[in-house]
């Protein structure tokens, strides 16, 4: 099984911004897609961002224009940049990947944020 670590996660201010990093075993560029989902309390797992192999981005429409999906292919690395936080944001947010020719997802054990005063 392919091991993902997510680190960066904490507690910030409304408003406030952290990186999210999340670090693969393997060649990021083994995958069709590398992305972040998010589970806040008493809620199902929700999609955040994701970063195709060939670089293409998506988000969903709560985070679009806050948050930035990165890549750096030589660190096997892939990074949630997260700006304007707000409490909503409060998750635990998960590393995810998909490897080309597979069906099923594998997943990192997810790194807390939480966005309060």
């Known amino acids: 099984q392919v091991q993902l670590v997510e680190s960066g996660g904490g507690l910030v201010q409304p408003g406030g911004s952290l990186r999210l990093s999340c670090v693969a075993s393997?060649?990021?560029?083994?995958?069709?897609?590398m992305g972040w989902f998010r589970q806040a309390p008493g809620k199902q797992r929700e999609w955040v961002a994701s970063i195709s192999a060939g670089g293409s981005t998506n988000y969903a429409d709560s985070v679009k224009g806050r948050f930035t999906i990165s890549r750096d292919n030589a660190k096997n690395t892939v990074f949630l940049q997260m700006s304007s936080l707000r409490p909503e944001d409060t998750a635990v947010y998960y590393c995810?990947?998909?490897?080309?020719?597979?069906?099923?997802?594998?997943w990192g054990r997810g790194t807390q944020v939480t966005v309060s005063s």
């Open positions: 393997g060649s990021i560029l083994s995958h069709d897609y």
């Open positions: 995810t990947g998909r490897l080309s020719g597979h069906v099923n997802n594998y």
